[in-house]
């Protein structure tokens, strides 16, 4: 097991990578995804709404792209959680547009230390965060933590592809293309997320496969844990209760 992050090291990077992106997030998140993260969330929202939680934790809600489409789909109000403060300051005018500010609240956090009491929420999500964690069966643990029992955990995370030939097509995918195609469309801060995101989704990957998440989050005390593959295996949902209820 990965030791905890005890100085913050891990966070503090993704909070360092991610500082020059919130403006244009979300517009390169679908054209480096060929479109794919649309519908990713899509069935990442559709799993946490699945009880019609009253509350809803967002957690790593990037310029709340996700938290909009919580409350756009339910009535739930939404907590946005997210450690950099130019994703939330982007997440805080484009909630303002829309109109939602009375449902989504953002608030700074580290998702492996949330300043909110246990079974504060009715559901959770949290959306490519594990990989910019020390410890992620720790971080796991800290999430269900703030969900009532019987409330819905749901997350989604990049993948690899298992089938060998779509695997080789998804590496030189990442490592050759999606540089060069965040440069030109998104500047050196999306050449750099590009170069980054190949070799760390690999690395992840190899370190903690599907198996071992789905045990992490039983051990985290989640059950009914499912998981979707989806986009040929690019993107994985995941979705479990806490236990009780």
């Known amino acids: 097991m990965p030791k905890p992050d005890t100085d913050g090291r891990t966070a503090r990077f993704a ?21 794919q993260n649309a519908r990713w969330r899509a069935e990442l929202v559709r799993r946490t709404l699945a009880d019609r939680p009253r509350t809803v934790c967002d957690v ?12 756009r789909h339910s009535e739930a109000r939404v907590v946005g959680a997210d450690l950099s403060a130019p994703m939330l300051a982007r997440a805080g005018a484009t909630v303002a547009a829309r109109g939602l500010g009375s449902r989504i609240r953002l608030v700074q956090a580290d998702g492996a ?6 079974s504060a929420f009715d559901a959770l999500s949290f959306t490519y965060l594990l990989r910019y964690v020390a410890d992620p069966a720790a971080v796991v643990v800290e999430l269900a933590r703030v969900v009532r029992p019987g409330g819905v955990v749901a997350s989604l995370e990049f993948a690899v592809p ?9 590496w030189g995918y990442t490592r050759a293309v999606l540089p060069i195609a965040g440069a030109l469309t ?27 998440l789905v045990q992490a989050w039983h051990d985290a005390g ?7 593959r989806m986009s040929l295996g690019g993107g994985l949902v995941m979705w479990g209760r806490r236990v009780g209820g």
Do not use: C, M, N, Q
């Open 186 to 212: 998104g500047g050196k801060a999306w050449y750099d997320v590009g170069r980054f995101l190949g070799p760390s989704i690999s690395a992840h990957d190899r370190r903690f496969p599907l198996p071992w």
């Open 60 to 71: 790593a809600t990037g310029p709340a792209g996700v938290a909009i489409a919580l409350a």
């Open 15 to 35: 909070e360092r990578l991610f500082a020059g992106l919130p403006a244009r997030y979300d517009v390169l998140a679908e054209v480096l995804s060929f479109g």
């Open 222 to 228: 989640l059950v009914d844990v499912g998981y979707r």
């Open 113 to 118: 230390r949330l300043p909110f009491a246990d």
């Open 162 to 170: 298992h089938s060998p030939g779509w695997r080789t097509a998804w």
